[in-house]
């Protein structure tokens, strides 16, 4: 069995020296911007679909004999991620002779991820305690960091091992980073909310020195409460062990703080968390003292609310922020008192730079909208959060929803209008070893038909294509394209996974047990990964 590489320890007090020298060193390999404008392009080539593009220029909608397709109009992709995916393929192009290793997922797609395996690129693997083994990276081999990036301390081992670093990291995920590092340097500790075991929010964490992370509104507001009246400090240490350093003490450490975020949370509640906190140090310490026990960060993207703001206009809804007792009655006492993280409100838009990408779509027009759709297809790996709530989108608004993660899931092992997917009470682990899956049968009704069509951030357009292009036949109708983009039998699929990547999902799967076994608060969400 696999043994964790113990990681040296970066003091906290040095992380942003280290990392800013450490990206300055020649061990730091840079993409310059004609290099990296090119791996853009050839990823579009390999990544992109001609059926969604054709949905794209019709406005997000096409009939195909008795099939109506309406595609969310924010899905797949998102910049982060699709700028991850083609520093990797640039990596294996710039470093065709080097071993090169993954240090976790590039990203949550099984699919992206066997690309890179059929590349010849190694993951980094798990262990069953949570660690990683990285005994098998040596001097001179090149170690890419995935798009949410990697803790302090293990790059503080890949210089040791002195290898070639690729840094994938997400910009908007370097940029918490640095407001982390900034709320740090004023002596405040950084709210983060997110999930505590998270691989960005594990590397967000290293770059504090005091923090507390927060998963929901719930949470937040008890540690709000505890702020104002320092009750039950006890159940308080115990609730959030894992959540906060070893050393914390919620009594001085909690006087000041910065509220970050993990990029994949929605942005509603973060935009609330942060107000909440505002309202709480005014109240405790008085507005005029606001600026030495509050800051306020712009660390939001808006590429997983954006998915989840069209399923639901997918559907003739509307997303409904979260609200917060305690907040509201904080701002009745506090009329007329602005805040600093309400006047905050320009955000990173992912969005803006996903349509540069992919181009523009057309805006269809009121009488070409069909009616409500009648099924939904969720594409996007198992293992992504960001993904299962758009089925928890479905299933809320009662329209039938399948998760699957390749269009294979469609007529595998059986009649064509047959779906294997992944409902909401199965485990990410358990779907990844193709555990708990369920197989509907007639999942497309007889005649004319409104299928919904959306996808996880870590799925490329591509796979989007292959899925209609599947659901279509399962209706006995051929589009007329130029490409297919269904994929030869003769080549290996995730369903029908090569040895190696099913050890690696194999590996994934003990360590999510073990973190089930450790924190069976946690183990049992969906939400475990995003």
């Given at each position: 069995?696999?043994?964790?590489t ?14 800013r ?66 520093m ?22 099984p ?10 690129m ?21 170690v ?13 081992l ?7 670093i ?11 980073w ?53 009750e039950?400090?006890e ?22 703080v ?32 606001i ?33 917060s ?55 996007g ?10 089925l ?10 399948y ?89 290996s ?15 994934a ?22």
């Amino acid at each position: 069995e696999a043994q964790a590489t113990a990681l040296p320890i970066v003091d906290r007090d040095t992380t942003k020296v280290f990392r800013r020298e450490l990206q300055r060193s020649d061990q730091y390999f840079k993409f310059g911007k004609t290099q990296m404008d090119g791996a853009m392009k050839e990823l579009q080539t390999v990544s992109g679909s001609e059926m969604v593009t054709k949905l794209r220029k019709n406005g997000f909608r096409l009939t195909i004999g008795d099939v109506t397709f309406v595609l969310a109009e924010s899905y797949g992709f998102c910049w982060g991620v699709e700028r991850a995916v083609a520093m990797a393929y640039e990596a294996r192009n710039f470093f065709p002779d080097k071993n090169i290793w993954v240090s976790n997922e590039i990203i949550h797609n099984p699919l992206v991820n066997e690309s890179l395996s059929n590349m010849g690129m190694k993951f980094v693997p798990p262990t069953s305690d949570g660690g990683k083994d990285y005994s098998g990276v040596t001097k001179g081999d090149v170690v890419i960091l995935p798009a949410f990036g990697a803790s302090i301390d293990e790059m503080a081992l890949l210089k040791e091992r002195n290898v070639q670093i690729v840094d994938t990291t997400c910009p908007w995920v370097s940029k918490v980073w640095q407001s982390v590092e900034k709320s740090k340097e004023k002596g405040h500790t950084a709210i983060i909310h997110g999930k505590y075991d998270h691989e960005e929010t594990v590397a967000t964490m290293s770059f504090a020195k005091k923090y507390l992370v927060l998963k929901n509104m719930e949470e937040a507001e008890y540690v709000a409460n505890y702020i104002l009246t320092g009750e039950n400090r006890e159940e308080l240490m115990q609730k959030f062990a894992k959540a906060m350093p070893k050393d914390f003490d919620p009594d001085t450490d909690l006087d000041k703080v910065g509220v970050a975020n993990q990029t994949t949370m929605l942005k509603g509640e973060t935009e609330l968390i942060g107000k909440l906190f505002e309202r709480v140090m005014i109240k405790k310490h008085g507005p005029q003292e606001i600026n030495n026990h509050f800051v306020s960060f712009n660390t939001i993207c808006d590429a997983t609310q954006e998915r989840q703001d069209a399923m639901y206009k997918m559907f003739g809804a509307e997303y409904e922020a979260p609200s917060s007792q305690l907040y509201a009655e904080l701002e009745g006492e506090q009329v007329g008192v602005s805040l600093k993280s309400a006047a905050n409100q320009e955000k990173l838009s992912s969005k803006s730079m996903e349509d540069e990408l992919r181009g523009a779509a057309a805006v269809a027009a009121d009488d070409d909208a069909p009616q409500r759709v009648d099924l939904c297809i969720v594409v996007g790996g198992y293992n992504s959060s960001n993904t299962t709530h758009l089925l928890e989108i479905a299933e809320e608004e009662k329209v039938p929803g399948y998760h699957i993660d390749c269009a294979e899931r469609i007529g595998r092992g059986g009649p064509l209008n047959t779906i294997e997917h992944k409902p909401l009470s199965t485990l990410p682990a358990q779907a990844m070893m193709d555990e708990g899956l369920e197989v509907t049968e007639n999942f497309l009704p007889e005649g004319p038909v409104v299928v919904g069509i959306t996808s996880g951030a870590s799925t490329p357009d591509n796979v989007v294509g292959e899925v209609l292009e599947k659901i279509l036949a399962a209706k006995g109708i051929k589009a007329e394209l130029e490409y297919s983009t269904v994929r030869s039998r003769a080549r290996s699929t995730f369903c029908d996974v090569a040895p190696e990547f099913a050890r690696q999902a194999a590996a994934a799967a003990e360590r999510m047990a073990w973190r089930a076994k450790r924190f069976p608060a946690w183990g049992a969400s969906s939400d475990s990964l995003a």
